[in-house]
């Protein structure tokens, strides 16, 4: 792969190991190289995974891979540099899959800012990213 380079609002196809590929949104800058992703899950009603603090639905300007009602799954949350994010690309994927519009990145992240399931440090960075206390 050529050099990768990451811009908040991208999302990737990523392997992590599991049964099925995640989708990952990268939605605030850790350091000068390393980004905070969110994973986005689909809603299945009656599910304990569920979180209702940030919501995707099917929408114009969201992205067509958003089919059904989905969720941020922050108990998901990485973080990864382009060099450790281009190692878990799955093959032949669009780099980025796709891209959140800036309205839509801006809704994300200030949802975000609410996650109970988010570890402290990420929730953190957004918060100093964000100039939010």
């Known amino acids: 792969m050529a050099d990768l380079s990451i811009n908040l609002g991208d999302i990737f196809l990523l392997d992590t190991g599991g049964q099925k590929n995640h989708w990952y949104i990268a939605i605030a800058p850790l350091s000068s190289d390393e980004f905070l992703f969110i994973n986005i899950s689909t809603w299945y009603e009656g599910s304990s995974d569920n979180d209702g603090t940030c919501i995707l639905k099917p929408a114009a300007r969201m992205p067509g891979f958003i089919n059904r009602k989905s969720f941020l799954a922050y108990?998901?949350?990485?973080?990864y540099t382009a060099e450790q994010l281009e190692k878990l690309i799955v093959p032949n994927s669009d780099i980025p899959y796709d891209?959140?519009?800036?309205?839509?990145?801006?809704?994300?992240?200030?949802?975000s800012l609410n996650a109970r399931n988010l570890k402290k440090k990420y929730l953190n960075?957004?918060?100093?990213?964000?100039?939010?206390?």
Not at 103 to 111: H, P, S
Not at 125 to 133: E, F, N, Q
């Open 75 to 79: 108990k998901f949350a990485r973080s």
């Open 99 to 111: 891209t959140l519009e800036p309205q839509i990145l801006r809704r994300v992240q200030r949802e």
């Open 125 to 133: 960075a957004l918060r100093a990213y964000l100039g939010v206390s």
